[in-house]
């Protein structure tokens, strides 16, 4: 059975927590003895006595009775000894950190065993001390040292894996907002621009693409994955490039749906994942443009002093067994841009309680800017829209943008 103390407490042993401010006065630490002989126990208590420091110790004299007690409490430090009834060797400490891996741990040797202590630091082991040579300050500086290097290990792991995950994110962004691919004079005005949430630090799922074909024909594109994470951003990178191949190889309206669609089932990790597309197409000859939409937003159109939002026809998200997306024809009027975006531009919060802006909401904050111009509209359009959610914490989801023009040739 696992035993709280071994010995009552010296009462004359200076306390180096007497003399603080009650509300600042440290915790003591818990240390758990893992130890099957009761006399080394004894004796590591009264090292922890003469230590100096205000340790809270149990006994466990069994890997067993280790494993309750680890259980039921999470101590600051486990001291292991490596020969146990029921546990030996490294076998004894992997039990231990199979139980709580970040716990730090500082195993007993015997004399005649000290290759084992080395053998332990290989394998996670924080420090090692050999019985028989353990003095109140060895002790003491080992517990504490122990404490600190498995508190700054497992700062370094965070650390490091926050940084692979912003290597990661910022891969997958590069993926998600490719670099156009215009012919020369390509006979329009392009802006993109794309703002993370960067809620919880998790990627979403917003893409544009816009390239030019041999024809001059100029085909723009916004998706958006329904969901966040690395999972949702690689189908996101998978659909823009599937549809740039597709568009290349000739492929238009319904029929690149289709093939986006069987990219998606193929490409998803999971069945409940949709995505959402606006795919439009300039034609070079005159001022006339074709929509297709699958499950997406509508865009806003803005001239000079105006703003109207366009709703071409639609067909279903991508990922719910679709098959048909109507193609619908438009006219671009000289001087005015297309602005196609992602959902998150509108439903965040907008105000007291649960108002969201919505896409009423976006078109009167578009007309209000309208007499601003190419980029200084898209960046006005997406700071206001921040600022509106500013109550609640601003836009909380990610949000893509395109605004393209036809200009003179």
């Known amino acids: 059975m696992p035993v709280a103390s071994l010995r009552a407490p010296d009462p004359t042993a200076p306390n180096p927590t007497i003399g603080l401010p009650a509300d600042v006065q440290p915790r003591p630490l818990s240390l758990l003895l893992v130890e099957d002989d009761r006399g080394d126990a004894l004796l590591v208590e009264e ?19 280790a494993e309750r007690e680890l259980a039921r409490m999470r101590p600051d430090c486990v ?5 146990l009834p029921d546990a030996n060797g490294i076998v004894a400490l992997d039990h231990i950190t199979r139980c709580d891996p970040n716990i730090p741990i500082v195993v007993l040797t015997g004399l005649n065993d000290e290759h084992f202590g080395v053998s332990a630091l290989a394998s996670g ?53 490719p670099s156009p ?45 329904a969901g966040h994470g690395p999972d949702e951003a690689a189908l996101g990178v ?26 998606l089932r193929a490409e998803s990790p999971g069945s409940a994942i949709f995505a959402t597309v606006l795919s439009i197409a300039l034609s070079p000859d005159d001022l006339s443009f074709t929509a297709v939409r699958a499950g997406h937003p509508g ?22 067994g679709g098959t048909n997306w109507p193609v619908s024809e438009w006219e671009l009027p000289v001087g005015h841009g297309l602005l196609l975006l992602t959902d998150g531009l509108f439903e965040g919060h907008a105000g007291v309680g649960n108002e969201r802006l919505g896409e009423d909401g ?20 997406i700071d206001s829209a921040e600022e509106r959610a500013g109550m609640h914490g601003g836009l909380s989801d990610d949000v893509a943008v395109v605004r393209v023009e036809r200009t003179a040739r």
Not at 47 to 65: E, F, G, K, R, T
Not at 79 to 83: A, K, P, S, V
Not at 153 to 177: K, M, Y
């Open 125 to 177: 082991a924080q420090d090692y001390l050999v019985k028989g040579r353990v003095e109140a300050d060895v002790l003491r500086r080992a517990l504490l040292y122990a404490i600190e290097r498995k508190r700054a290990e497992l700062t370094a792991a965070d650390l490091r894996s926050s940084e692979l995950r912003t290597q990661e994110n910022a891969r997958l962004e590069r993926g998600l907002l």
């Open 362 to 381: 976006l078109l009167k904050l578009a007309q209000s800017l309208a007499s601003r111009s190419g980029e200084d509209f898209v960046d006005a359009l």
């Open 47 to 65: 090292l922890v006595a003469d230590a100096n420091i205000d340790i809270q110790m149990s006994w466990a004299p069994s890997m067993a009775d």
């Open 299 to 320: 865009m806003l159109m803005h001239g000079s002093n105006s703003v109207e939002w366009l709703e071409p026809p639609a067909g279903p998200a991508l990922g719910i």
């Open 181 to 225: 691919l215009l012919l020369d004079d390509p006979g329009v005005d392009i802006i993109a621009k794309y703002r993370p949430s960067r809620e919880n630090a998790l990627l979403g799922g917003d893409f544009y693409d816009f390239v030019q074909t041999p024809d001059r024909t100029v085909h723009v594109m916004v998706g958006d994955v």
């Open 79 to 83: 001291l292991l000894d490596l020969n």
């Open 238 to 263: 998978a659909l823009r490039i599937g549809w740039r191949a597709l568009t290349f190889a000739g492929l238009r309206g319904c029929e690149r749906m289709r093939q986006l669609e069987r990219i």
